[in-house]
């Protein structure tokens, strides 16, 4: 069964950086995407970001180029680092995980494992 558990996320003013984590426990497979999902209150879930076990990568347009997406196989965690932060960038952020196909996806709906999420709050 796997397990995902974030760490990170927290209060920033815009321009400013922070880097969520996610410990991904029980992945046995090489067949996988991980990834971050947010929610903005009143806003339906994004896919922000992605990466399957051949390392191919998946960004939002609203973020390419601000975060990236990096999975440290050593430690089983998923990182995600955000640079030059914006208000819109504030919301719920999870990691989720899809062992069925091995590609990363635009949209959510391929995911199956889910953390319970970390806060990310940016103020202008």
């Known amino acids: 069964q796997l397990q995902l558990a974030e760490s990170g996320g927290g209060s920033v003013q815009a321009g400013g950086s922070l880097t969520l984590s996610c410990r991904v426990s029980g992945l046995s497979y090489w067949t996988y995407c991980l990834g971050w999902v947010r929610q903005a209150p009143g806003k339906e879930r994004e896919g922000v970001a992605g990466i399957n076990g051949q390392g191919g990568l998946l960004y939002a347009d609203s973020v390419r180029d601000r975060f990236t997406v990096s999975f440290d196989n050593n430690k089983k965690t998923l990182y995600l680092q955000m640079n030059n932060l914006k208000p819109e960038d504030t919301g719920m952020y999870s990691c989720?995980?899809?062992?069925?196909?091995?590609?990363?996806?635009?949209?959510?709906?391929?995911?199956?494992?889910w953390g319970q999420g970390t806060q990310v709050t940016v103020s202008s």
């Open positions: 989720a995980a899809d062992l069925s196909s091995g590609y990363c996806y635009e949209g959510v709906d391929a995911y199956y494992y």
